[in-house]
């Protein structure tokens, strides 16, 4: 999953500090900070369990911004919006800083 995301400059930073942070044989483990991230959208994604598209527009040439309905198996709703960036191989999840600062805090580490 490491692959289909993409961090931003300030979360890929975030992400950096978190990860050099860790212990050195949670690193071995996990390997680089968007695995690490990759196994805590993986946790997220598992709550959902139903998907809505919305819509999508071109956000700029290389990103593409979709908007999704997720539904937890409660039946709790909720609208988000995606980004996602064009690459050779497909798109890639853009995964913003304040993602990266939500899995930070669930580490006991600092967000922000």
Known sequence: ???MIVL???????????FARLPDATR???GSP?????????KDAAAVSGLQILGQ????????GVRVRLANEEGKTKEQ?????????GLR?????EVVDKYAQQLGGKGK
């Not at 527009?57 to 593409?64: G, I, L, S």
């Not at 919006?81 to 191989?89: A, C, L, P, V, Y």
């Open 8 to 18: 931003d400059p300030s979360a890929r930073t975030k992400a950096e500090a978190l």
């Open 93 to 97: 999840l853009i995964v913003p800083d």
């Open 57 to 64: 527009r071109d956000v700029t040439p290389d990103v593409v």
């Open 81 to 89: 919006n995606f980004g996602f960036r064009k690459s050779s191989d």
């Open 1 to 3: 999953m490491a692959g």
């Open 34 to 42: 968007e695995k690490l991230v990759s196994l805590f959208l993986a």
């Open 28 to 30: 071995a483990e996990y």
